[in-house]
């Protein structure tokens, strides 16, 4: 049994290395030279050169633990990294320069094929797989605007780039209808319907049409669906979305430092009455919806991090799935051209959110029952708890 122990012990050693690397990859991104795109089989640098922000590759190491779905970080190209993907007998293989040059190690990209549900079309004739996406946990993702209406006014998130100027609006009924087929036919499990910044009068419209036409089409009173919206000023609004059946909520406050929160975030603090309000509606929400069916993620790397601990901690004290990203700048944001702090500052702030999810007894349900997730920390979670399959790899997360 001893003996037991320490593989269990060195397989989750291995498994925090490998997710460390991901990360790394994540950020610092990777360098692919059209000339190495040559030297690869027809059928990888077809998928490299087929990447956009649409379909973003996610890839696994050959051999590794971690194969998704759960933290994905995806292949992200970038010019000039540290880590550089070259060819060898035509395979995709990761390389990291510096002084030495080190083969990190050979990759092969997931395979996603399209459900052939997203390629019949809605009533108005708009095709499934324009209006959302599938995970292979059974998450439906709708962005139903890439518009944010702060972009306008000057007064954007300074770490976004969200919003194209006069988006198409997704209709509320054709959401409905593909979220409705796709979960009448056993296929979409949990909505995870988010947006841009509307103001709360229209962004509650919107919810409650949605909620509508679900309702209407799958019979279901409460359905799993979360609404990802700002804090609203009138906070008997959050009870207008539980009333509409949806099973959780989301508000991002992005900042827990309130000075910096002030700074960094100035269309909400203008239109969703400042940081304490925002504090305040995700209180009240976990009033209506209850523990573990609202969150909020704060964007890790721009505060100091114990202020982004105590928000977190302060969050899951009080009910409240809290999760921190890892910031990225990003081209078209005010703060592109900055840089995020280093992969083990990251990997560490990670693992002590994992601890703190432990600690106020959160489960992977509770930590999946706000929609998407909460990225990185709940694999380190699983990790953590040794919730390993058969294979010895971690368990793959399915929406019931
Ligand atoms: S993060 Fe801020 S700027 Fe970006 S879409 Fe949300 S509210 Fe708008």
Request: proline share 3%; net charge negative.
């Amino acid at each position: 049994m001893a003996h037991s122990g320490h593989d269990k012990k060195a397989r989750k050693e291995a498994l925090y290395k490998e997710l460390e690397l991901q990360l790394d990859l994540a950020i610092n991104g990777i360098t692919v030279d059209s000339e190495e795109i040559g030297k690869l089989d027809a059928v990888y640098a077809r998928r490299l050169t087929s990447i956009s922000h649409a379909t973003p590759l996610s890839f696994n190491f050959v051999g590794g633990k971690i194969k998704g779905p759960g933290f994905d970080a995806g292949f992200r190209q970038q010019k000039d990294s540290i880590y550089g993907l070259e060819a060898e007998d035509g395979k995709p293989v990761i390389y990291k320069y510096g002084r030495i040059k080190t083969r990190v190690g050979a990759i092969e990209f997931r395979e996603k094929e399209r459900h052939p549900l997203l390629d019949i079309t809605t009533r108005d004739g708009v095709p499934f797989h324009t209006i959302a996406a599938i995970r292979e946990d059974g998450q439906v993702h709708v962005n139903y605007s890439q518009e944010c209406v702060l972009k306008e006014k000057g007064e954007d998130c300074l770490f976004c780039n969200y919003s194209v100027r006069e988006a198409t609006l997704k209709t509320p009924q054709q959401v409905g209808e593909v979220f409705s087929t796709l979960y009448n036919a056993g296929v979409g499990k949990h909505l995870n319907l988010t947006s841009g910044f509307l103001y709360e009068r229209k962004e509650l419209d919107y919810y409650l049409d949605v909620a509508d036409e679900i309702q209407s089409r799958t019979g279901l009173k409460e359905f799993r669906a979360t609404a990802v919206i700002g804090a609203p000023l009138d906070f008997s609004v959050i009870d207008k979305y539980k009333e509409a059946g949806y099973f959780s909520v989301r508000m991002n406050i992005e900042i827990w430092d309130k000075n910096i929160w002030n700074a960094i975030c100035p269309g909400k603090r203008n239109h969703c009455g400042g940081w304490e309000n925002w504090v305040k509606a995700l209180e009240y929400a976990v009033g209506v919806f209850g523990r573990g069916r609202v969150a909020s993620n704060i964007v890790g790397g721009i505060e100091p991090k114990n202020s982004i601990l105590e928000g977190v901690e302060y969050k899951l004290s009080k009910g409240i799935v809290a999760s921190a990203s890892s910031w990225r700048p990003v081209a078209g944001s005010v703060l592109e051209g900055h840089r995020s702090p280093e992969t083990a500052w990251h990997f560490d702030l990670q693992r002590q959110i994992a601890a703190l999810y432990k600690r106020y007894n959160f489960s992977l349900t509770d930590l999946h029952n706000v929609s998407p997730s909460a990225g990185l920390a709940v694999t380190l979670f699983q990790i953590d708890q040794e919730d390993f399959d058969e294979n010895g790899e971690l368990r793959a997360w399915q929406y019931p």
